[in-house]
């Protein structure tokens, strides 16, 4: 049996793939820092899920949960926070660098501990989460947006590393999750993500048939089914400055 690890998993997106990786024959370890959260949070994704209580900001701890692990075939890092929703100017830097620390930085720790375990297994998989402002500006969300257009640039790097697992970020969408309830200036969507689409893009990265796509920014409507592992090369699906010679070479791989 294939073991997931899915970290900010007693909640929100993180339990949502968690359940469908377990659906599909995947051993779950949910990982999240409230350790009453994470009790509730297992039975209602199922059998073979395995709770570890964490904070993924730090690295002592990060390191301390996957000593427990020789084999994990897929890590999902879905732990993340909003964090102020205001200007730089009125936003306490403390809660500022804290969104850095949880969506960023967690997701580092993270892969930096599961990495070598990673490598080891036929073929390991990461998934790492962006969100708003990852690929563009979003008012008033200075912190979020940094730390997720981070996640997809670590993810890039990590890829060109990682020999024998594919790492990839998704744009999983507007989800009615605990998040939203800290958003106090975007109002919330005429009609939220399906968590099916969500599901099914991470059941695809974490599966056979995403082989060799890797240091990808994929968005849960982009048509990836399609996508071959010559996209790991190209400039589609990637964190790039747009110019004129860009623009081009991406008319040309369309």
Known sequence: MKRAVVTGGSGGIGKIIAKALHDNG?????????????????????????????????????????????????????????????????????????????????????????GPILEKSEHGKIVNIAGGGAAYARPLHSAYATSKAGVVRFTEELSLELKNTDVNVIAPGAHNTKLWEDEKVDEPPEQWANPEDVAKLVLYLASEKSNGITGKFIHIKDDYESFTPELSKSDKCALRRVDDILLEKLKNEL
């Open 26 to 114: 995947f051993e779950i370890i949910l990982v999240a820092r409230n350790e009453e959260n994470l009790k509730k949070a297992a039975p209602e994704i199922g059998t073979n899920v395995k709770t570890f209580p964490c904070d993924v900001t730090s690295y002592t701890h990060v390191e301390s949960l996957f000593a427990n692990f020789d084999k994990i075939d897929v890590l999902v890092n879905s732990a993340g926070i909003l964090g102020p929703t205001e200007t730089l100017a009125d936003s306490d830097i403390a809660n500022w660098k804290r969104v850095l620390e949880v969506n960023l930085i967690g997701t580092v720790n993270c892969c930096k501990a599961a």
